[in-house]
């Protein structure tokens, strides 16, 4: 089975741009999540997404959105892009619906903010 | 508020010897499910144990196994007979709530370096 792929796999924006980042699940997967990775904060949960609704949501502002497709590849955007959003975002899927699921993460994007 | 300690930083062994990461939570959940990642350079998170809150079992997978203590509320993680194949970061992680585990807390991860 395929694993989780991200694209792009590198990013260079400047502060006010915005960027949209993509995440192709496991086949079977229902849902997505996606985390922010920085030295600073470490790894950080932004959103869920299962069966095309956001089930869960972390403590992000309202810049961060995400929207997941009917095939349940998930999409996530950030808009007016400030320093501070420069991270690796990572993206994991799982079944989404059994008690002891696993997430499995993609490679990641590296995103860096000028 | 869940939260994920791992209080050693980084750790140094030379290849062979065997080393045990630390891992405490803190959750109010009575069922929660706790999580062992491992990131490499290439910046992919490896999953590599599960274990639930109801099933207190250790285990040995290979070279790696985990001691789970919920009266410590610990979570540690050893390798035994390291290689320099497993120098990365190692990540414990939680779940939130019962149900899926698709809310993850992360503790700050523990950058292990094998040398030969």
């Known amino acids: 089975k395929a694993g989780v792929t991200q694209t792009p796999r590198y990013l260079i924006k400047t502060r006010g741009q915005q960027v949209t980042l993509s995440c192709s699940p496991i086949?079977?997967?229902?849902?997505v999540s996606w985390y922010q990775q920085t030295p600073g904060q470490g790894l950080q949960f932004l959103f869920e997404y299962f069966s095309e609704t956001q089930r869960n949501k972390g403590n992000f502002p309202g810049r961060f959105s995400g929207r997941q497709f009917s095939n349940s590849r998930s999409e996530m955007n950030v808009s007016t892009l400030e320093l501070g959003d420069s991270a690796l975002y990572l993206c994991a899927s799982s079944l989404g619906t059994v008690l002891t699921d696993t997430q499995y993460f993609g490679p990641g994007t590296r995103l860096t903010v000028l | 508020a869940q939260k994920v300690t791992q209080a050693q930083t980084e750790i140094s062994v030379v290849e062979k010897e065997d080393v045990t990461l630390d891992c405490v939570y803190e959750?109010?959940?009575?069922?929660?499910?706790l999580f062992w990642y491992k990131q490499p350079p290439s910046g992919e998170l490896v999953f590599l144990i599960r274990?639930?809150?109801?099933?207190?079992q250790n285990e040995i997978s290979g070279r790696y196994s985990w001691n789970f203590q919920k009266s410590t509320s610990s979570f540690n993680f050893t390798i035994t007979a390291s290689q320099v194949v497993d120098s990365a970061v190692y990540f414990c992680?939680?779940?939130?709530?019962?149900?899926?585990?698709?809310?993850?807390?992360f503790g700050t991860g523990t950058r292990l370096q094998v040398t030969l």
């Open positions: 992680a939680l779940s939130e709530g019962p149900g899926t585990a698709s809310k993850l807390t």
């Open positions: 274990r639930n809150s109801f099933d207190e």
């Open positions: 086949s079977g997967h229902r849902s």
């Open positions: 959750t109010r959940d009575t069922t929660y499910y």
